[in-house]
């Protein structure tokens, strides 16, 4: 994995979103912030759990930190090969850096990847409460194929979502 993937925005003006392999400063404070915001509340995550998963090193699960410029915006999780492509098993972006377009960056980086790696599907789920991030993914072509019920706690509901790759000719 190369150190840093640059995804240039589309808006002139904007700075570039670069991915950089998460370090163990920023998913300290990446799992500290996040766990104060929706969806991670509702699950009364403890930052400390947050931080340890974003700080993990696991074979084909790479860790993403999301910088715009010199800030840290986020992280992001991947689970490779999961099922015929990738499954996106963590994003999260810091509120200042939300309704920015980084988010949007992020899915076309991971479709750009999937095609090339010929991948037949890109993965997601989101909590049911969640309205935002569900209608986030669906806006990009991403459809409920699932509902998983208990899956993080009892009583709530996950939606499983799928966007069907088209493949390069
Ligand atoms: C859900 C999430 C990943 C989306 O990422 P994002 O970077 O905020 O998404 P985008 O900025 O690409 O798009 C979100 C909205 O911002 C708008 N937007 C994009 N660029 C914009 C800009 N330059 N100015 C104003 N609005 C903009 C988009 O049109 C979109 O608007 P809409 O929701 O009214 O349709 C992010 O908000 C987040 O981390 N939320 C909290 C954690 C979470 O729910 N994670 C998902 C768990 S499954």
Request: with cysteine; hydrophobic share 40%.
């Given at each position: 994995m190369?150190?840093?993937i640059l995804l240039r925005a589309g808006v002139e003006g904007s700075a570039d979103?670069?991915?950089?392999?998460?370090?163990?400063?920023?998913?300290?404070?990446?799992?500290?912030?996040?766990a104060n915001?929706?969806?991670?509340?509702?699950?009364?995550?403890?930052?400390?759990?947050?931080?340890?998963f974003l700080g993990d090193i696991e074979p084909g699960a790479p860790r993403y930190e999301l910088r715009l410029g010199d800030a840290l915006a986020g992280g992001m999780v991947l689970r490779l090969n999961w099922m015929r492509g990738p499954y996106l098993q963590f994003l999260g972006l810091l509120p200042d850096f939300q309704h920015q377009g980084i988010g949007d960056l992020v899915l076309r980086w991971l479709e750009d990847t999937a095609v090339?790696?010929?991948?037949?599907?890109?993965?997601?789920?989101?909590?049911e409460f969640n309205a935002r991030a569900l209608s986030f993914y669906e806006r990009h072509g991403f459809?409920?194929?699932?509902?998983?019920?208990?899956?993080?706690?009892?009583?709530?509901?996950?939606?499983?979502?799928?966007k069907k790759i088209a493949p390069l000719r």
């Open positions: 190369s150190q840093q979103v670069a991915l950089r392999p998460m370090t163990e400063g920023s998913a300290a404070v990446l799992g500290s912030k996040l915001i929706q969806p991670w509340t509702r699950y009364q995550v403890p930052p400390y759990a947050l931080s340890a090339k790696c010929e991948d037949r599907n890109l993965w997601v789920a989101a909590s459809e409920r194929v699932a509902t998983i019920d208990d899956l993080v706690r009892d009583g709530i509901n996950e939606i499983l979502l799928r």
